[in-house]
């Protein structure tokens, strides 16, 4: 299975017009002041971390020097968790499987909960071209479905394999 970067999938069938399953949930919006208190509270930690090493303590002292180690360490990683958990996903995740012949297309929220998957086989696709890095892929009623960047050299390979019996649209 190739899986491509998350990215947006231009306005058409799978933001609007698709149909909403039954256990369909909205996503829910991260509000405004809980990523506010993150984004403080993981840059406050950074300037903690560094600034225990501004307060001098005596030379000939390991275990101060390992003991602000391990403070400053905590703190940084404790501020990388805070300020990782504020970046939200792009956009939907699509997933190519080169043997099954399907496009998966999968839409989640900003907690990772899946909102909705679309299933499509490539034959039954309109359109599925790989140009100049930029992959395209309509389908049966010639609505667009994708079209992303692929940059990564074995994913070009693997799709290119891929399209290489129907090397053009079907």
């Known amino acids: 299975m190739t899986m491509l970067p998350q990215t947006c999938i231009p306005e058409g069938p799978l933001r609007h ?67 990782a958990s504020l970046r939200s996903a792009e956009g939907p995740t699509i997933e190519i499987d080169t043997r099954r012949r399907l496009l998966t297309i999968i839409d989640s929220d900003a907690r990772g909960k899946v909102r909705m998957t679309n299933v499509h086989a490539i034959d039954s696709l309109s359109e599925i071209v790989l140009r100049d890095g930029l992959l395209t892929a309509r389908d049966a009623l010639g609505r667009s479905l994708l079209a992303i960047m692929v940059r990564d050299a074995a994913t070009k390979v693997a799709l290119r394999q891929m399209l290489g019996q129907d090397a053009v649209a079907h």
Request: some cysteine; overall charge negative.
């Open 17 to 83: 017009e698709a149909p909403v399953p039954a256990h369909h949930a909205e996503a829910e919006i991260e509000p405004t002041l809980r990523r506010l208190i993150y984004l403080c509270t993981g840059v406050a930690a950074i300037l903690a971390a560094l600034g225990i090493w501004l307060v001098p303590v005596a030379s000939g002292d390991p275990a101060m020097q390992l003991v602000r180690f391990v403070i400053s360490a905590t703190l940084f990683l404790g501020a990388g968790t805070l300020l």
